[in-house]
């Protein structure tokens, strides 16, 4: 489980976070998501320890991370896992370098050890024997499964996910939610997925955290957005007439036709 407590973060006079209070879990995925400039990408970087809040804390397990020395923040970020908006492969090394990378930077596993936990990944994410490919001879899909390889390499306790699916079509973006979300449940990682995709947000928003302006606009789950009055989330998820339309039917069926 991952906790912050009263984070501020300003840049210059820039005020991007504003006393956010909330709890990640473990075991499932939770989404950050809220318009453009919301603080979605500056919330995750801190989450991570990539910016220092003005003030606040984020507790990993209950430790702060900000008050570790250098040992001791490099144990967690061992057990971090990180799936980069549009995969950030090395293109001149193959699929199964690239899975290899983190375990040569963090890890003096031999190279059969490696080789091994590599095809475990790849069958993993079932991509079994496209090792000595390049990542410019996979489909985007394929490239987004070998960087959730990489990312699952360590054995993460935690792993975070910027915009998992921008770039992929609806239906592999539904593939690689499932892929996730099916991961973090089995090995009980705690998941922070920053997304602009509605149906992850239906699929696999077991936790929400809707943001707005550098505040927590509002906190739920899939089932709580539907029947949610809250203005922020019904301006950014039934934005067009077309979901509103949904919308009111899908509740009329939940309440019977009433
Ligand atoms: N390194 C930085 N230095 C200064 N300002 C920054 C920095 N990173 C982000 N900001 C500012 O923080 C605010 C929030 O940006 P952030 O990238 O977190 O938005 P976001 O919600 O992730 O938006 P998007 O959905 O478009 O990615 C913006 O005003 C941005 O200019």
Redo the contacts with the bound molecule.
């Keep these: 489980m991952i906790r912050t407590i009263d984070i501020e973060k300003s840049?210059g006079e820039?005020h991007?976070l504003k006393g956010i209070t909330t709890e990640f879990y473990s075991g499932k995925p939770n989404l950050i998501i809220?318009?453009?400039?919301?603080?979605?990408?500056?919330?995750l970087k801190l989450l991570i320890g990539l910016f220092t809040p003005n003030s606040g804390q984020v507790l990993y397990d209950d430790v702060n991370i900000f008050e570790l020395d250098k040992k001791e923040l490099r144990q967690i970020r061992m057990k971090i896992g990180m799936l980069f908006q549009g995969n950030a492969l090395f293109d001149s090394m193959t699929v199964g370098e690239n899975i290899r990378f983190p375990m040569d930077m963090f890890t003096r596993r031999s190279m059969k050890e490696k080789q091994m936990r590599v095809d475990e990944c790849l069958e993993m994410v079932n991509m079994e024997g496209i090792n000595n490919r390049y990542p410019s001879e996979v489909s985007g899909g394929m490239q987004k499964r070998v960087g959730i390889a990489r990312a699952m390499v360590l054995e993460p306790k935690y792993l975070f996910c910027d915009e998992p699916n921008s770039g992929l079509d609806p239906q592999t973006s539904i593939l690689i939610d499932e892929l996730i979300c099916d991961l973090t449940t089995r090995n009980d990682i705690t998941t922070v997925i920053?997304t602009?995709d509605m149906n992850s947000v239906m699929g696999i928003g077991d936790n929400i955290l809707l943001?707005k302006n550098g505040h927590v606009a509002w906190r739920g789950d899939k089932s709580q957005v539907l029947e949610s009055d809250n203005e922020v989330l019904e301006d950014f998820i039934f934005a067009s007439p077309f979901l509103q339309r949904l919308r009111e039917d899908a509740l009329k069926l939940r309440h019977g036709g009433q």
């Excluded at 809220?34 to 919330?43: D, E, F, M, Q, R």
Aim: hydrophobic residues 40%; without cysteine; positive net charge.
């Design positions: 840049f820039n991007v809220g318009s453009s400039g919301a603080g979605k990408t500056v919330l920053n602009h943001m």
